[in-house]
């Protein structure tokens, strides 16, 4: 069967933010460094992609590393960091090709300069694609998120330039990294874990999080796709009750 079939392609979310857990435990099984599992998971990422362009989903967001993964091992951060740099000059082409357009959440002036240097520039280069739009969270903390920008709510109303009164969770989004992407419906983390490691804790406040043993190599074109066939089945009241939702 058509994988697809199972899927109402009418209610496909808008946004599907992504964990990519399990990349060492991947690798361990294999008997392999931890770098292989991270190399293979790009290949998941790409895949991903893929998939959620045939789908219809709009904007995904991958938690690529995090303000905690500095204090892993030199080698493995050096590793990713060259990964990231390989995969945007293996891959910008192509994502340009498809409308795909790269923007990142986090603190990118901290990476290495040559991984910030690449971002901008294929950042600057898909800047007009209207496709799928890619969100890699890199050097991203979202307590740092949230604490900047409450300095910069100070900083508004200190200068005059918003009054107490205007202020709201709208105005509030307007000052996160992600001002300009709607909130995801979907969370999926792999491999295992249930909790939300620091990731977009503003923005995740009604998105269905769906956790899978699946560790993130393995998540291909197929578990994608299950997993939105389960996000399908799931009712989501926004704390309203079940009747008012189906007479919506
Ligand atoms: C978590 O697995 C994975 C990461 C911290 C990095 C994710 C990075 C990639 C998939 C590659 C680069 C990404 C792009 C977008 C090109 P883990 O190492 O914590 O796995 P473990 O919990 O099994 O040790």
């Known amino acids: 069967m058509n994988a697809l079939n199972k899927l109402d392609l009418q209610n496909i979310p808008r946004?599907?933010?992504?964990?990519?857990?399990?990349?060492?435990?991947?690798a361990k099984s294999k008997g392999q460094h931890r770098l292989f599992g991270h190399a293979a998971g790009v290949e998941s990422v790409k895949e991903v992609i893929k998939t959620a362009r045939e789908i219809g989903v709009s904007f995904l967001t991958m938690y690529a590393f995090s303000t905690e993964n500095w204090a892993r091992p030199s080698d493995e951060v050096e590793g990713?960091?060259?990964?990231?740099?390989?995969?945007?000059?293996?891959?910008?082409d192509e994502m340009h090709a498809n409308g795909v357009r790269l923007?990142?959440?986090g603190d990118i002036k901290g990476l290495p300069g040559n991984c910030y240097q690449s971002l901008l520039s294929a950042i600057e280069y898909t800047k007009e694609n209207t496709g799928l739009?890619?969100?890699?969270?890199?050097?991203?903390?979202?307590?740092?998120?949230?604490?900047?920008?409450?300095?910069?709510?100070?900083e508004l109303l200190s200068s005059g330039k918003l009054n107490i009164d205007e202020m709201s969770d709208i105005e509030f989004s307007k000052l996160l990294d992600t001002k300009d992407i709607p909130d995801p419906e979907l969370l999926i983390r792999t491999s295992g874990e249930c909790r939300i490691s620091n990731f977009l804790l503003w923005q995740l406040s009604y998105t269905e999080l769906l956790f899978t043993d699946t560790h993130w190599p393995d998540f291909r074109r197929d578990a994608f796709i299950d997993a939105i066939a389960a996000f399908q089945k799931r009712e989501r009241r926004f704390g309203m009750v079940s009747e008012q939702i189906s007479n919506q």
Do not use: Q
Not at 17 to 23: E, K, L, P, S, V
Not at 136 to 147: H, P, T, V, W
């Open 103 to 105: 923007v990142t959440i």
């Open 80 to 92: 990713l960091m060259n990964l990231l740099v390989d995969a945007i000059s293996n891959e910008v």
């Open 133 to 154: 739009t890619l969100v890699l969270a890199l050097n991203y903390s979202a307590r740092k998120e949230i604490l900047n920008a409450a300095l910069a709510t100070h």
């Open 15 to 26: 946004h599907v933010a992504f964990i990519m857990d399990g990349n060492g435990r991947w």
